[in-house]
């Protein structure tokens, strides 16, 4: 498409690409176009090439030719009219319809209405609706719904997380989950293994794990989960045995930060605690013994 103002006798050729290459003081810019656009190329150029006539007569360009070849509409001219013509090109991509897919998936029961908002508006799907027994009904293009679903069997995996039993597994991609370390003395509490499971139920957290290679007992969960659990082993620790029953209502309720340093679970550094403890000071005791420094 061309001005009507042609200049030193060129002339395009109509429906053949025939830009003015050999003039001087004339640019060229490409506007990329996506596979929709591209797909709706015909009305991208409107009836006739008006639309592409239209934008260069608006812009003052010299030529805009659609070059699906190359996934882009050239644009011919100065550099203010190439500018010009690339804002009214977008705005008539943005124009186009967009197709509307829906797919369900299946596995939605453990996510919640959070985790649907926060999928749909990173997908940029147009919504996500729930339907009986755990379905979800995805609806948007075709990209967003890909990347959508992607999201979703991720969140899956997270939410759905369950402990393998006698393995170290812990919840480390669950989000807002934060873990401590309670260091064990050194000497062997037997049958500590058998309170775990009583000491997670009790105190709410979500996984304890005995970690006898770093001399520790690993809990992991909320604050005060974690201040809970703590107490019920630093209780065993003092008694010297897993066989004592848990007191009904404890006194202990220091703040978790004058307990152990903790960390959240993306971070994984290893907590220490602070050698004001009582813990701390049988874990600084065992340090002695074994000669580190």
Not at 57 to 73: P, S, T
Not at 140 to 145: D, F, L, V
Not at 159 to 185: K, T
Not at 228 to 251: N, W, Y
């Amino acid at each position: 498409m061309i001005r009507a103002d042609s200049f030193m006798g060129w002339q395009p050729i109509p429906g053949v690409y025939s830009p003015p290459a050999l003039h001087p003081n004339i640019w060229f810019g490409d506007f990329i176009l996506d596979g929709h656009a591209l797909s709706m190329a015909g009305r991208l150029i409107g009836r006739e090439g008006k639309n592409l006539k239209r934008i260069t007569h608006e812009a003052g360009a010299h030529y805009i030719f659609l070059r699906q070849d190359r996934g882009c509409v050239e644009v011919w001219g100065s550099y203010e009219s190439i500018g010009t013509a690339f804002g009214l090109l977008q705005g008539l991509v943005d124009g186009l319809p967009r197709p509307n897919h829906i797919v369900s998936f299946t596995d939605g029961a453990v996510l919640t209405d959070a985790d649907l908002e926060h999928v749909a508006r990173e997908s940029g799907c147009d919504r996500i609706d729930r339907g009986g027994d755990g379905l979800l009904r995805i609806s948007g293009s075709r990209e967003a719904i890909g990347i959508a679903t992607a999201l979703l069997r991720r969140l899956v995996e997270i939410r759905s997380w369950q402990p393998v039993p006698g393995v170290y597994s812990p919840p480390a991609l669950v989000p807002n989950i934060w873990f401590g370390d309670f260091i064990l003395p050194d000497h062997d509490l037997p049958g500590i293994e058998d309170r775990l499971e009583q000491i997670t139920a009790t105190a709410g957290a979500h996984y304890v794990f005995s970690r006898p290679d770093r001399g520790c007992i690993e809990v992991w969960g909320s604050y005060e989960s974690i201040g809970e659990a703590f107490r019920m082993i630093r209780e065993l620790v003092e008694a010297g045995t897993a066989d004592k029953v848990f007191d009904p209502d404890p006194s202990f309720s220091a703040d978790l930060r004058t307990l152990v340093k903790m960390t959240k679970t993306r971070r994984r550094r290893r907590p220490r605690p602070l050698e004001t403890d009582e813990t701390g000071k049988a874990w600084k005791a065992f340090l002695a013994t074994k000669k580190i420094t």
